[in-house]
């Protein structure tokens, strides 16, 4: 039997440079599942292709299909011109995780979250000689550019150029700080220790990927680290949510950064979706 992918409809081309194709998964002809293509336009030199969504409908599964049809995506892609493609993958579909890791996908990156419990009370607060306070408006500027710039950074870690990614951070804090430290449903914190400021924190209250409360940005200062800092800015964060009504606090990690991944499982976050990627050489 031979399976092939197989257009539902013509490829949509966005302004940005953006492509995007719908394909049946069909064997011998015969319709037996989908997937959804795209390809990012925002010029990278290393550019990217999303498997979006990949469905192989119950009677046909494991059979191969899925391993054929994702093979005979990445050809498509690589025929976009992508240099490497992503997929996203919930933390409690097995099967997928498997098929990626037999296709040799690596993750990259996870979402976690964490159900809050019911009152602030119920969340400890800072230990002794530490205080968390809203950032200062003054304090906001030299902050901006401290995170744009690491953000930035790790735009470039990625193939973008340095000037690029600088425009694409300060693009996105421009999009999610249209009033800066005054956005509603938005909280940047800072924690002090011993009359010191160690690290920061930026939460979201209302974000359209997560339900809940997000964390954007949290960051100790590298002569601070290892001493539980990052904890009592999270705490701090669950205090936040909950006193605004939110009783899930959800975040994304890097699956390389070690001490932040033990310290979100510490605390009981768990992971919700798993990123992974894989280069189309």
Avoid: F
């Avoid at 795209?38 to 192989?56: F, K, M, N, Q």
């Avoid at 995506?73 to 933390?91: H, N, Q, T």
């Avoid at 400021?197 to 209250?205: M, R, Y």
């Amino acid at each position: 039997m031979t399976t092939t992918l197989r257009p539902t409809g013509p490829e949509r081309h966005d302004a940005d440079g953006s492509r995007s194709r719908s394909y049946d998964i069909c064997v011998n002809g015969r319709p037996v599942g989908g997937v959804r293509l795209t390809a990012h336009g925002r010029s990278e030199p290393l550019l990217p292709g999303r498997i979006d969504s990949l469905t192989v409908h119950g009677p046909d599964r494991r059979r191969g299909r899925a391993t054929v049809a994702a093979l005979a995506a990445e050809e498509v892609l690589r025929g976009w011109g992508c240099r490497r493609v992503g997929v996203s993958v919930p933390a409690d579909a097995v099967p997928a995780l498997r098929l990626a890791a037999s296709l040799g996908y690596t993750e990259h990156n996870r979402h976690l979250a964490k159900e809050l419990p019911p009152s602030p009370a119920e969340v400890p607060g800072p230990p002794e000689g530490s205080t968390v306070r809203p950032l200062e408006r003054e304090e906001y500027p030299a902050w901006r550019a401290s995170r744009t710039e690491s953000r930035a950074r790790y735009r470039v870690g990625r193939g973008l150029p340095l000037e690029q990614a600088r425009r694409s951070a300060e693009e996105e804090h421009a999009a999610l700080l249209p009033q800066g430290p005054d956005t509603p449903r938005a909280a940047l914190r800072a924690l002090d220790h011993r009359d010191t400021t160690v690290g920061t924190l930026w939460l979201a209250l209302d974000v359209p990927h997560a339900p809940g409360g997000w964390v954007y940005d949290i960051e100790v200062e590298a002569e601070h680290r290892g001493r539980g800092h990052g904890r009592t800015l999270m705490l701090d964060a669950e205090r936040v949510c909950l006193a605004a009504g939110a009783r899930v606090l959800g975040l994304n990690v890097l699956a390389d950064n070690t001490p932040a991944v033990r310290l979100y499982a510490s605390l009981g976050y768990r992971p919700t979706v798993h990123h992974l990627e894989k280069p189309l050489l």
